[in-house]
């Protein structure tokens, strides 16, 4: 380890990112000629040996020996518990296990490097974790298949479930799979199951022959895209340092006016989401070249590749509703949280209850550490959209006409809706990740009171006033 950070420390200095930070970068971009020569292993069990040194390897580079220590002991509990522990407790089990000694490693890092953003284990074994407690759910799912090929489950919950036990070497090869190793996006064992042995690519009318489609394009625009990305983060980071939204008066003290510091927020937290984008974006490409986030066939025949795909720059930049903000962003654990937490609060058929959507963000929080700033991010976030669902009820029907695939919008009223939908959006969105960047209580509260809590006012305002109208909108109707 030492003589890899020593040869890198010179191209660190060049580049201006820490040694830690860089080889977390070189590792993703190893992932394309690693990935791409994977396709051509020969045999399931050389293809599964494959992936499991070249994820041991680069978690040895980028973590040492004790994050493999920690790496292995935290997957090997689960692993021993599941060939004993009856399927239906797997899930709780899972989730209990893997939370523990997640926030086992998120406690150590607030007392030993408080504040701070260097690279240790804990970004892998949040990307395990939703590895592994979904194989949990999976595997739970398919025992309830086999005994009830008619059981009421989500669609998703049966396209996902798993009837047999992985073995060791498939179990560690799913979750050392390299190219989302280090920053996700996770994926189903069946996904990757189906991949290893070849069942992913065949589609009888397609591809009867079962080989992986050419992905040039899914690979080299996702890492072009990461490229521009990095280009403008350099930028906005440089001109834009978001450190100023939580000293006491920053921007006023620095003559912005009020309408200045949302355009500040937003160009300075632009700079840290291209952080995320860039890094989720050059994996995505990794995956695709290797043939994982091959997505199947359009009616033309066309392979796409979506399933690695796990943020929308775009739409969250210019989000046609507060609800895009979070569901096109961070994707596939956004996926995670709806399958196996979201809804596992109520039996297939039921509604879901209102606190589900609470006890999701709490569980996101929770997921990314113990700083106050995760939670106030996530509670505004959960109360937001419960905001949203409100005002879309109330404001909705009088821009559109029909339901659902007979909807129409009335113009220009839905004009004018949609456009102030994106402002109000973004507004939000940026307004509440702010304590998510921010970390601690007091950064947030000074960001808060920097910007007059003036978001919370008017949410708590909309928040009253929906709750209000659409419960009398329900009396009048029921009196009619």
């Known amino acids: 380890m030492e003589l890899v950070d020593a040869a890198l420390a010179p191209l660190s200095s060049a580049v201006g990112f820490p040694v830690d930070q860089l080889k977390f970068v070189l590792c993703v971009l190893l992932s394309y000629p690693l990935g791409y020569a994977h396709r051509f292993v020969v045999g399931n069990v050389n293809r599964h040996i494959y992936s499991v040194v070249i994820g041991t390897i680069m978690l040895y580079i980028c973590f040492g020996l004790l994050g493999l220590v920690h790496f292995f002991v935290s ?27 997640l926030s086992s490693l998120h406690i150590y890092r607030l007392v030993t490097d408080y504040m701070g953003w260097s690279m240790d284990i804990t970004a892998a074994i949040m990307v395990s974790l939703i590895k592994i407690t979904s194989l949990g759910c999976n595997y739970a799912d398919g025992k309830v298949m086999q005994k009830d090929p008619e059981a009421k489950l989500f669609p998703e919950w049966k396209q996902y479930a798993v009837m047999q036990k992985p073995n060791l070497l498939q179990y560690y090869s799913f979750l050392l799979y390299f190219p989302t190793l280090l920053s996700g996006p996770a994926f189903s064992y069946k996904r990757y199951n189906n991949f290893i042995n070849g069942t992913l690519f065949y589609d009888e009318k397609h591809n009867p022959t079962g080989k992986i489609p050419d992905a040039t394009v899914a690979a080299v625009l996702p890492f072009l895209t990461s490229l521009g990305i990095m280009a403008l983060m350099v930028y906005l980071s440089a001109n834009y340092p978001y450190e100023i939204l939580f000293v006491p008066n920053g921007l006023q003290s620095e003559g912005y006016s009020f309408l200045g510091m949302w355009v500040y927020l937003y160009l300075s937290l632009l700079a840290v989401r291209c952080t995320y984008y860039f890094i989720w974006k050059l994996a995505e490409g990794a995956g695709n070249l290797a043939g994982l986030g091959f997505s199947g066939y359009d009616a033309n025949g066309k392979a796409q590749w979506n399933e690695l795909i796990n943020v929308k720059p775009l739409t969250i930049e210019f989000p046609p509703s507060l609800r895009h903000c979070t569901s096109e962003w961070n994707i596939k654990t956004g996926e995670w949280l709806k399958n196996y937490v979201y809804l596992r609060q109520a039996a297939p058929g039921q509604k879901t209850p209102t606190y589900a959507l609470y006890l999701t963000n709490l569980t996101s929080a929770f997921w990314h550490g113990f700083y106050p700033g995760y939670y106030l991010s996530f509670g505004y976030a959960a109360w937001n959209v419960d905001i949203y669902r409100n005002m879309r009820a109330i404001f909705r029907p009088l821009v559109t006409t029909g339901q659902g695939k007979e909807e129409k919008g009335i113009y220009p009223q839905k004009y004018i809706y949609d456009v102030l939908g994106v402002i109000l959006a973004s507004v939000v969105f940026n307004y509440g990740q702010a304590s998510f960047v921010g970390l601690s209580l007091g950064r947030a509260l000074i960001f808060f009171k920097n910007f007059y809590f003036s978001i919370h006012i008017l949410c708590a305002i909309f928040f009253v006033a929906t709750k209000v109208w659409l419960s009398r909108t329900r009396k009048t109707k029921k009196t009619e």
């Open 75 to 101: 997957s090997s509990v689960f692993f021993l518990v599941m060939q004993s522990l009856p399927s239906r407790y797997l899930p709780r089990f899972g989730f209990f296990w893997m939370f523990a000694y």
